[in-house]
């Protein structure tokens, strides 16, 4: 099972902006595979915020479009997150995904970072 850790999480005020990693322990699988950011915030369900496929391909929820910004180093093995002008409403746990091939979510999920913005 392929390793995910993640970090860049932290508190910041509303219009701040974060940055998350993504590290992934098995190159060979990491670069032929989608990743995913997603966040869960207390008492709602999981979702998914960004993707990035193997290709380079991104898609975003409509919630964060123009706000947040997926990139991939293959070379790292790293994901990121750029997170611009962040809300109240972005305080949550994100989580990234090691996609099936292209699918997501995949199986191997990282520990989770904290995201607090503070109106």
């Known amino acids: 099972q392929v390793q995910l850790v993640e970090s860049g999480g932290g508190l910041v005020q509303a219009g701040g902006s974060l940055r998350l990693s993504c590290a992934a322990s098995a190159g060979s699988i990491f670069r032929i595979s989608a990743m995913g950011w997603y966040r869960q915030a207390p008492g709602k369900q999981r979702e998914l915020v960004a993707r990035?496929?193997?290709?380079?391909?991104?898609a975003y929820a409509d919630s964060v479009k123009g706000r947040f910004t997926i990139s991939r180093d293959n070379a790292k093995n790293v994901v990121a997150l750029q997170m611009n002008s962040l809300k109240p409403e972005d305080t949550a746990v994100y989580y990234c995904n090691l996609g099936n091939a292209n699918v997501l979510p995949g199986r191997s999920w990282g520990q989770g970072t904290q995201v607090t913005v503070s109106s």
């Open positions: 990035i496929s193997s290709g380079g391909s991104t």
